[in-house]
């Protein structure tokens, strides 16, 4: 190596090197995102070329804009002020509506990169409902896909990919541009706070996840309802502060059957539900 295999981290040429290569990165392929899975050049030992690094890329991109940021930096760096960037929950979850935004990171294969034996843990429903919980919490999602060599996805990642997919087409209304409500949901499955610990247990009817866009409210039942659906959360003199004009199901022209009472709101269940994983309900206020 050209670099010193242990104390590489405080030599001045390896840390050039390292913000080099990254803005080399960022120069061709202009990325979206910025996402640093490790250490970084800090002001002890690297001459601060990290921030550098973050604030150029920061910079690079309001420049290009008119001064609108349209990039997403992210760390793992949970010591960091996160108003700054959005932090990487790798593998984890939030217990609770994060003030700042953050990243649920995950692998479809089981690993970070292909092997032929990986089991993904976590079942398809699951990891459906588990986007959706993120994103209730104030959290936004990014699947890794772990590609064979010859750059093809293997089918077990691909069944992943599709069953998110079908659920964005029905009910990405709710998801793109939404923001997390005044409280995520309700149920009975308690998701663990921190990084490493991801959900791997099956959601119930009874565990509902709350989003808002555009004045509109939606609830997403996280596993298929089989039988009416109670909504704790928006029973009358509750959290929710206007009437309720009207509740449809997503991706569908049936006409619900919904009342609420000083208890909850109950949706009979719908007819038309089939093979989804999450449904989703747009909830229009006065």
């Not at 998801?175 to 959601?203: C, M």
Request: one cysteine or more.
């Amino acid at each position: 190596m050209d670099y010193d295999p242990v104390n590489y981290a405080s030599q001045d040429s390896w840390n050039q090197h390292w913000y080099s290569r990254c803005w080399e990165i960022i120069e061709k392929y202009d990325p979206d995102m910025f996402n640093n899975d490790a250490p970084f050049p800090n002001e002890d030992q690297g001459k601060g070329l990290g921030v550098k690094l973050f604030s150029d890329y920061i910079n690079r991109d309001l420049k290009e804009n008119n001064g609108k940021q349209t990039v997403v930096l992210s760390l793992k760096d949970k010591t960091v002020n996160r108003a700054a960037f959005t932090y990487n929950l790798e593998r984890g979850a939030a217990d609770e509506i994060k003030t700042e935004p953050w990243l649920w990171a995950t692998d479809l294969s089981g690993n970070w990169f292909y092997s032929k034996n990986s089991v993904n843990k976590m079942s398809v429903p699951v990891m459906v409902a588990n986007a959706v919980d993120a994103i209730s919490k104030n959290g936004v999602v990014m699947l890794n896909i772990a590609l064979k060599g010859d750059g093809t996805i293997p089918e077990k990642q691909i069944t992943y990919l599709t069953a998110f997919g079908d659920f964005l087409k029905i009910n990405g209304e709710g998801i793109y541009g939404s923001r997390a409500w005044k409280t995520f949901g309700e149920g009975p499955l308690e998701v663990k706070d921190g990084r490493q610990g991801e959900n791997h247990e099956d959601y119930s009817q009874q565990d509902i996840r709350f989003t808002m866009r555009d004045g509109v409210l939606y609830a997403y039942v996280l596993a298929p309802p089989t039988k009416d659906i109670v909504i704790k959360t928006l029973a009358k003199g509750g959290i929710l502060d206007k009437k309720i004009a009207n509740i449809i199901l997503m991706g569908s022209t049936e006409k619900l059957q919904w009342n609420q009472s000083n208890e909850a709101v109950t949706i009979k269940l719908p007819k038309d539900i089939a093979n989804q994983i999450v449904i989703g309900f747009k909830i229009e206020l006065k």
